[in-house]
């Protein structure tokens, strides 16, 4: 038998309690401030959710990935769901049999949770599968199921549904949490680490509040013709990156080049270009999608795809914007000389004079030594000296000087 | 380009050190031009900060040769591309350190692991560039090594001036720009000129001294301490499907109330068996085996497995017989001479394992099929020519592609 007991709490509590100086201590502990503050790693999970590319997040427990998470659902207006993956049986995910009248007529329906029953008749949402490390192996292989195929049971997630993992990292993990290298290629992984002061004074009452990217709906046709040219350039160039296995057991788990991570990376480009993101969140992105390596290559790639093209600085030198950074400078005069190599014409020959003159009146002029000896070398025996050339002193006497420097410890090897 | 004005800042000298610099080291060359030149007052010679500024004494441009200036601006950017003040934060955090002497300390230790192969072939040593044998420290070592092993104290009092600025030890200082001032490269832009001065060196191995080779090796992969990897690698064989906890059919689950007439796995735990072998031939030493014996046993432990269900098979040329691991210490490891591994799988597989774990140094043959478990070897690295007097182009066989490989011994332990 059961006795039922109704307690009903009293609406006010007396003044005095414990109970209610305990929430009046709570309350003053919640009343925190935020500040606006640029979150790279939260701006790339956005950016790759919104594409609706399958993210894990790689962080230690206790970290803040579920509260980045809350703040990304109400930035892209999702309801969130989030799932413990290690206290679910495998059959939460692939569904539950139920057995009818007849089983041999009807067959045994996999019944789906009520979770994922919600997120469907919803048709939209945000489903985090937090804790994938700590679930035993077949929950997780269940799961995987779920993030690649979208399907638990008998029901298909819709695709306003956006799915983000979180897991250990592999040195933290006790049971042994690892991607296969086809699993690995699907994801994209961004690793999550705390930052020191933003907890130390997030502590003190002052939260970050980050201000997230937004879509310009005006960039999407030139977005995506920057993706396709970037990531088609680059894989011209470096064929044996379209395609490239892990190897070593210390790259296991991770990011790795492949058609399909390729694709996943010209979309993450586009998004990001028509967010008007930074390089450095498209950095952790595409690092995150093909691997270090070919991440780096690529966007050493995107570099160079922004510097001024040889030909329009030589049609107009006057005109012409050089990069303020040194390097790229010098890779710019390089280009030019390269350009006027390969067409010699006299015309061209004195504007990439100008070029340099140019180049060493706006900067380093240590940067034009170069490219000024290479352009001097391409002159033909009937084409005179140009009138720039006078105003180029500054670069030879620096040359020499350099020169000078070398013979004596030169002479003493 | 000379000094307009006593004291003010000899640009063209300075460039024209930066010049010489490019010249005998061609792969520092982008990296050189990238940093951007700020006077200073303040600083007592040059010093660079985490964006990528350089910092100049104009009195100290005035009375270091060319040569020498040179050597400096090369010294300098070595401390940003190796990524001093990142791994000087990443060691204060770890050991606790603060306060501005260990910063020194971290400071001096950075210029040791520069400084012992920078000089030479054009570039003079600066007078008082602190060296690890003036330390008393062995050459060719890391700075988190050096820091280990020295403390600051009278006889280093001479380096109190010692001043790289924020980029060598990551302590911000008074003259600095800061994030937000000009001309600060971004974490990408510095990313990606390390990527390219690394792509350069490993493309071009014959003109970069061996710590520059070793630094564009690692500087995207460093290389993972060996334990961690072990770890890994036995841990996601003894949680593989099967092996540990994870639903089977032996049993109905508990909800199988719920579910009347269907079965449902349920969660059951097998307690993994672990064999290891370990190679007791005369090539193997005893600290070597000892330490990577007793990594696996805590492994094992870690991971919940029973110390009855871990034995130890010692082989060389024959199998030996299998101990329980029932104690850290006092496991009898029988052997010397030649190895065959064959003889050891072929035992070890007689107690029917979940996992075969073989710690060996390779010079062995392997079995030529595939062993029904699973198997990580754990290798001891050998470097060096032959292995055998008759034959001097031997080598031994590489092991088998089933067996997850980790070498043991390379990286920090």
Redesign the interface.
């Known amino acids: 038998m059961t006795s039922h007991v109704s307690v009903t709490l009293p609406a006010v509590q007396p003044q005095g309690s414990q109970l209610h100086v305990a929430e009046a201590l709570l309350d003053l502990l919640r009343d925190t401030t935020t500040e606006p503050r640029s979150d790279l790693q939260l701006e790339a999970l956005t950016l790759a959710v919104a594409a609706d590319l399958p993210v894990l997040l790689w962080g230690e427990p206790g970290i803040g990935k579920t509260a980045a998470l809350t703040q990304l659902a109400t930035a892209l207006d999702l309801p969130l769901t989030t799932v413990i993956a290690s206290v679910h ?3 939460d995910f692939s569904g ?4 009818g009248d007849d089983p041999a007529v009807q067959g045994v329906p996999m019944a789906p949770p009520d979770w994922a029953v919600r997120l469907v008749r919803a048709g939209r949402g945000l489903l985090f599968l937090d804790e994938l490390s700590t679930a ?4 997780q ?1 269940a799961l995987l199921r779920l993030v690649l195929e979208r399907r638990i049971g008998a029901l298909r997630l819709p695709p306003g549904v956006r799915i983000v993992a979180a897991a250990n990292p ?2 933290s ?6 991607l296969s290298p086809p699993l690995a290629n699907r994801f994209v992984h961004l690793q999550w680490a705390h930052d ?1 002061d933003v907890v130390v004074r997030g502590l003190g009452g002052t939260w970050p509040r980050a201000t997230l990217p937004r879509l310009c709906a005006e960039r999407l046709p030139e977005a995506v013709a920057f993706a396709r040219r970037a990531v088609c350039e680059f894989l011209v160039a470096r064929p044996g990156l379209v395609h490239r296995l892990p190897s070593g ?3 296991r788990g991770g990011a790795w080049p492949s058609p399909r991570s390729w694709e996943a990376t010209l979309r993450l480009i586009a998004f990001a270009t028509a967010a008007g993101s ?3 969140v ?2 952790l992105l595409v690092r995150g999608t093909v691997g ?2 070919p991440g ?2 690529l ?2 790639s995107l ?1 160079r795809m922004d510097l001024p093209d040889p030909e329009t600085l030589l049609a107009d030198p006057a005109g012409a914007g050089l990069p ?8 710019v005069l390089d280009g030019v000389v390269d350009a006027v190599r390969r067409r010699p014409e006299r015309a061209r020959w004195d504007a990439a004079w100008a070029l340099l003159v140019r180049a060493m009146e706006t900067g ?4 034009v ?1 170069v490219p000024a000896t290479t352009l001097a070398s391409l002159r033909r025996e009937d084409w005179d000296v140009p009138a720039a050339i006078e105003r180029l002193a ?1 670069v030879v ?3 020499r ?2 020169d ?3 013979r ?3 002479a ?2 | ?1 000379t000094a307009d004005a006593p004291g003010s800042l000899d640009l ?2 300075l ?6 610099a ?3 080291r061609p792969y520092l ?9 700020v006077e200073s007052r303040q600083v007592p010679t040059m010093g660079v900060d985490r964006y990528w500024r350089c910092y100049v004494s104009p009195a100290f441009v005035d009375r270091t ?3 020498e200036l ?1 050597a400096v601006w090369v010294h300098e950017v070595a401390h940003l591309l190796r990524d001093h003040h990142g791994r000087s934060d990443r060691y204060a ?1 770890e050991h606790q350190l603060t306060g501005p002497a260990e910063r020194l300390r971290m400071n001096i230790a950075a210029d040791c692991e520069i400084n012992d192969d920078v000089y030479g ?4 040593r600066p007078e008082g560039a602190v060296t690890p044998g003036k330390l008393g420290l062995r050459a060719g070592e890391l700075m988190e090594d050096y820091l280990r092993h020295f403390r600051l104290g009278p006889r280093l009092e001479r380096l109190a001036w010692l001043d790289c600025g924020s980029g060598a030890d990551g302590l911000g200082r008074a003259w600095e720009l800061g994030p937000d001032g000009a ?1 600060g ?5 510095r ?3 390390r ?2 001065v690394a ?1 350069g060196i490993k493309g071009r191995p014959g003109s970069a001294p061996d710590g520059w080779r070793r630094w564009a090796e690692e500087v ?2 460093p ?2 301490p060996w334990r ?2 072990l ?3 036995l ?7 099967g092996v ?4 089977r059919y032996g049993r109905p ?1 508990r ?1 199988s109330a719920a ?1 009347p ?2 079965v ?2 349920s ?1 059951r735990r097998r307690p993994p068996r672990v064999c290891v072998v370990v190679d007791t031939s005369g090539s193997v030493s005893d600290a070597e085996l000892g330490s990577a014996l007793l990594e696996v046993a805590a492994i094992c432990r ?2 919940g497995g029973r110390r009855d269900l871990v034995s130890v098979l010692s082989c060389d040329a024959a199998a030996r017989t299998v101990q329980p691991l029932c104690r850290t210490e006092g496991i009898e490891l029988v052997g010397g001479g030649g190895t065959d591994l064959r003889a050891g799988f072929a035992r070890a597989l007689r107690t029917r394992p979940d996992v075969v774990v073989v710690l060996t140094d390779g010079q062995t043959p392997w079995p030529e099929a595939r062993p029904a478990c699973r198997t990580v070897v754990g290798l001891f690295p050998r470097t060096g020519g032959s292995y055998d007097e008759h034959d001097p182009d031997y080598r031994p066989d590489a092991p088998p592609a089933w067996a ?3 070498t043991i011994g390379s990286g920090a332990g």
């Open positions: 049986e495998p059959s539950l049999p139920v057995i035993p192996p077949a929950v292989a592999r040195s993990a006790a049971d042994g949490w690892e020191h057991e210390s790259r930074s390089r450095d498209l950095s270090d390596g780096l290559e966007l050493a570099d303020e950074r040194g390097d790229l400078r010098q890779a380093a002029p240590d940067v030594v500054g006497s620096l040359s000087r350099a000078q420097a070398a004596p410890a030169g003493r090897r | 380009m063209g000298k460039f024209a050190a930066r010049l010489h490019a010249r005998v060359a982008s990296a050189l031009f990238a940093l951007r030149p040769p060319v040569a040179a955090r072939d054009g570039l003079p001309h490269l971004s974490e990408q832009e990313d990606a000129i990527f390219r792509q995207f992969h290389p993972q961690q990897l770890g890994s690698a841990r996601s064989a003894v949680s593989a499907a540990g906890e994870d639903y689950a909800r579910l007439g269907v449902l796995p969660l870690a991971l997850r490989v980790v």
